[in-house]
């Protein structure tokens, strides 16, 4: 089988480890034969076929750095000045960019995309369509999959799972065996309600720009919306999710 890349003669030290510039030996994807990619610590680093790549310019956004026993493959893309090191995989039509970290056993795939400063490691997974970005994080072995999106500065993390379309933000905390609950198309844009425990066992609920407790949720509501169909359907979305997540059998 040809090679689509090689390994070029230009090399930097990251972390005590030498990184090989890529080189694209045939085009593909968006890649044009002769276009320069980021570093690589070996070959294995990134599938020779496929439109899997690793982007580098530092001129314009950075370079992406890949090592260790890291496996880049499909059609994913790493760039900016992101790393995946140790372990991790990152395949299907992934994308890991910004300044992001995938490091660990981790693993990114399908559809889901890992941006801006965020991290995943340990062994979390991120699949789907969902986005790890801003300052989250995601590790151990939490699940963030199908249309889910945890950002600013969440954590999410022990053996949590946030999945659907569920939206973890601002400075909450999802961990271990946390439980989570969303209710979709609700309200006047018919958008998401989630509704999760946080460290301290306190209900938060999350809806467009809104993160607070039930209590914060339901006065919002109330100045927005009034005593309207909108306000009486999230009244009964919030006792829902009271019940839900509550501790009785």
């Known amino acids: 089988m040809s090679k689509k890349f090689e390994l070029t003669s230009e090399t930097t030290i990251h972390f005590g480890k030498k ?5 694209a ?24 076929h496929g439109n899997a790549w690793v982007s580098g310019n530092a001129q314009v956004s950075g370079n992406a750095w890949v090592y260790g026993n890291a496996w880049v493959s499909g059609n994913a893309q790493v760039s900016g000045n992101a790393w995946v090191y140790g372990d991790a995989q990152v395949y299907g039509n992934a994308w890991v960019s910004g300044n992001a970290w995938v490091s660990g056993n981790a ?54 799972r946030v999945y659907g379309d569920a939206q973890v933000y601002g400075d909450a905390q999802v961990y271990d065996n946390a439980q989570i609950i969303w209710i979709s198309k609700i309200g006047s844009e018919l958008g998401t309600l989630t509704g999760f425990k946080d460290k301290d066992g306190q209900l ?46």
């Open 204 to 249: 938060i609920l999350t809806r467009g720009c809104f993160i607070g407790t039930a209590e914060q949720f339901v006065e919002a509501v109330s100045e927005k919306h009034g005593d309207s169909k909108i306000a009486r359907e999230y009244a009964l979305a919030v006792e829902l999710i009271k019940l839900r997540l509550s501790e009785d059998v």
């Open 107 to 160: 693993q990114v795939y399908d559809n889901a995309w890992v941006y801006g400063d965020a991290q995943v490691y340990g062994n979390a997974q991120v699949s789907g369509n969902a986005q790890v970005s801003g300052n989250a994080w995601v590790y151990d072995n939490a699940w963030v999959s199908g249309n889910a999106r945890v950002y600013d500065n969440a954590w999410v993390s022990g053996n949590a």
């Open 25 to 48: 030996l045939v085009s593909f994807g968006n890649v044009a034969a002769g276009d320069l990619g980021g570093f690589v610590e070996k070959e294995e680093n990134l599938e020779q």
């Open 19 to 23: 990184l090989y510039r890529i080189k």
